[in-house]
């Protein structure tokens, strides 16, 4: 009787646990990082603040966790597109596009993720998924290369360029002025631009062509 109270209990603790970083996340995606206080959090998933830091150590923690939670579901989503069937220049301009696309619909996550200023767990976070998404991009390059559509060239370095190009193209759109700018009606670039100047650049970059539409 015992092991099975302490399993429920334990299953009661990640269930909690679990609503807590769906609720931070929420906190995320409508005003980033900064949005995800103590306070804020415990009064949007219901519980005391003090019930936090029984899952959590500090707010580090939990913006690294929350930070990974999004993140994964951006490395699951471009690695499907990747991996999807045809020809590696296809594959990876479909990704660059929705990659941006994804960006485009949660601008204000997609910003947190990419620039916001964090905690030093968080940043830890940010570079371990650049690499994820890296990884990526290597394994297209090298199926480009052995199939002669790619010139040869240092997968990894290439890759890590890839992520970069991505991150810089998007943080200026997707910032917090640029977002005030569109709403404001002043001209912006578009998704359709940024998407062009990514896929333009990138394949230019690993020395192939466009694909044609």
């Known amino acids: 009787m015992a092991y099975r109270t302490t399993?429920?209990?334990?299953?009661?603790?990640?269930?909690?646990?679990?609503?807590?970083?769906?609720?931070?996340?929420?906190?995320?995606?409508?005003?980033?990082?900064?949005?995800?206080?103590?306070?804020?959090?415990?009064?949007?998933a219901g519980v005391?603040?003090?019930?936090?830091?029984?899952?959590?150590?500090?707010?580090?923690q939990l913006a690294a966790e929350v930070f990974a939670l999004a993140s994964q579901r951006e490395v699951a989503a471009l690695?499907?597109?990747?991996?999807?069937?045809?020809?590696?220049?296809?594959?990876?301009?479909?990704?660059?596009?929705?990659?941006?696309?994804r960006a485009w619909q949660?601008?204000?996550?997609?910003f947190a993720l990419i620039a916001e200023p964090v905690e030093p767990e968080v940043d830890e976070q940010r570079l371990r998924y650049r690499e994820a998404y890296a990884e990526l991009f290597v394994e297209l390059l090298d199926e480009g290369v052995?199939?002669?559509?790619?010139?040869?060239?240092?997968s990894h370095l290439v890759a890590a360029c890839l992520v970069g190009a991505i991150a810089e193209a998007l943080v200026g759109p997707l910032s917090p002025p640029?977002?005030?700018?569109?709403?404001?009606?002043?001209?912006?670039?578009?998704?359709?631009?940024?998407s062009q100047a990514l896929?333009?650049?990138?394949?230019?970059?690993?020395?192939?062509?466009?694909?044609?539409?």
């Open 7 to 44: 399993a429920l209990r334990l299953d009661r603790d990640q269930a909690l646990r679990e609503r807590i970083l769906a609720c931070a996340l929420a906190l995320v995606v409508e005003g980033g990082f900064a949005a995800l206080t103590m306070q804020a959090l415990a009064d949007a």
């Open 48 to 60: 005391a603040t003090g019930s936090l830091y029984r899952h959590f150590r500090n707010k580090g």
């Open 79 to 101: 690695a499907l597109i990747l991996g999807s069937p045809g020809r590696p220049p296809e594959r990876l301009a479909a990704g660059l596009r929705g990659f941006a696309a």
């Open 106 to 110: 949660s601008r204000q996550l997609a």
């Open 146 to 154: 052995a199939q002669g559509l790619f010139p040869p060239q240092p």
């Open 178 to 194: 640029a977002r005030a700018a569109r709403e404001a009606g002043y001209p912006a670039p578009s998704l359709e631009d940024v």
């Open 199 to 213: 896929v333009t650049f990138c394949l230019g970059a690993i020395g192939t062509k466009e694909p044609q539409p």
